[in-house]
């Protein structure tokens, strides 16, 4: 679910991973990205 999340949430990213912590993975791969 990590890369479908990443998608939309690419744009908020950063307000995603700051509320949760736990989705290191997402915000590595949205520096990828």
Known sequence: MDKK?????????????????NKSSTAAAATTV
Do not use: G
């Open 5 to 21: 999340d990443l998608k939309p949430n690419a744009s908020h990213s950063s307000s995603s991973t700051t509320s949760k912590p």
